[in-house]
């Protein structure tokens, strides 16, 4: 019945920059991960002498393939015009050089978090050939300098991270807020690839008829739930479509 947003602090809560619509040009990163970038995911998770922390971030995750990515990006770019960077070009140099220059920022890839620390967490590029920097880790994005009116990071577990006492949730989503965007779409838990896709789509297209963030992404969740050709009874469950909110 009501659109939902959460603030960092207090102080947050009366401000309305970074609510509002989208009027600027996009910048989308997605991936459909290969053979090579999943071996080389595998690899770090194994590595236990040369990179201890590393694996501890991977120990026991899916590592999906993430069918729906670049069709998502490719899909919210042809409706808002901008530009995007898909599968082998979706990678970690390609989002340092690009996303201080844009407004809007999409990033749909693999995300890997350690709720136990506030420094192991990663966004996973795309490994693109021989390039082993792929990881974007938290302190690298506490570094970056963006002017970004709103990141949204499709993947797992984005809003979630180390509770640290008097400051809350230290997540991929908070690091971006300290890196200067205004508004970030994050995820609470584990998510569907196929569920996040239909999503974020919806929520783009309610954010291009004029809509606030907030309002967006409330009627994407709706539409997601009432439209028989965005998703199924069976997949109408919180743990589908709950985990997407807005800050």
């Known amino acids: 019945?009501?659109?939902?947003?959460?603030?960092?602090?207090?102080?947050?809560?009366?401000?309305?920059?970074?609510?509002?619509?989208?009027?600027?040009?996009?910048?989308?990163?997605?991936?459909?991960?290969?053979?090579?970038?999943?071996?080389?995911?595998?690899?770090?998770?194994?590595?236990?002498?040369?990179?201890?922390?590393?694996?501890?971030?991977?120990?026991?995750?899916?590592?999906?393939?993430?069918?729906?990515?670049?069709?998502?990006?490719?899909?919210?770019?042809?409706?808002?015009?901008?530009?995007?960077?898909?599968?082998?070009?979706?990678?970690?140099?390609?989002?340092?050089?690009?996303?201080?220059?844009?407004?809007?920022?999409?990033?749909?890839?693999?995300?890997?978090?350690?709720?136990?620390?506030?420094?192991?967490?990663?966004?996973?590029?795309?490994?693109?050939?021989?390039?082993?920097?792929?990881?974007?880790?938290?302190?690298?994005?506490?570094n970056l300098s963006l002017d970004a009116e709103l990141i949204a990071l499709s993947g797992c577990q984005t809003g979630l991270g180390a509770l640290q006492r008097s400051e809350g949730v230290l997540s991929l989503a908070r690091a971006f807020h300290v890196a200067g965007c205004k508004s970030m779409v994050a995820s609470q838990w584990s998510i569907s690839d196929r569920a996040s896709s239909v999503i974020m789509k919806e929520f783009y297209r309610h954010l291009d008829q004029g809509q606030n963030k907030t309002e967006a992404l409330r009627q994407a969740k709706l539409a997601y739930l009432s439209r028989d050709e965005l998703s199924s009874p069976a997949y109408r469950i919180p743990p589908y479509w709950g985990a997407l909110v807005f800050v």
Request: proline content about 2%; glycine content about 8%; hydrophobic content about 35%.
């Open 1 to 142: 019945d009501y659109g939902v947003r959460y603030a960092y602090y207090s102080g947050l809560l009366t401000q309305t920059s970074g609510v509002g619509g989208v009027n600027t040009r996009f910048l989308g990163f997605g991936t459909e991960y290969d053979e090579k970038t999943l071996g080389a995911l595998q690899m770090i998770e194994q590595d236990s002498a040369v990179n201890p922390e590393i694996k501890e971030a991977f120990r026991g995750k899916k590592l999906a393939r993430l069918s729906f990515a670049d069709d998502e990006v490719a899909e919210i770019a042809e409706l808002l015009s901008g530009k995007t960077f898909v599968n082998d070009r979706a990678t970690k140099q390609n989002f340092l050089q690009y996303a201080p220059d844009f407004k809007a920022i999409h990033v749909a890839t693999h995300s890997f978090i350690d709720t136990d620390t506030d420094t192991i967490s990663y966004i996973v590029f795309n490994q693109a050939g021989r390039n082993n920097d792929f990881l974007l880790s938290m302190p690298e994005v506490y």
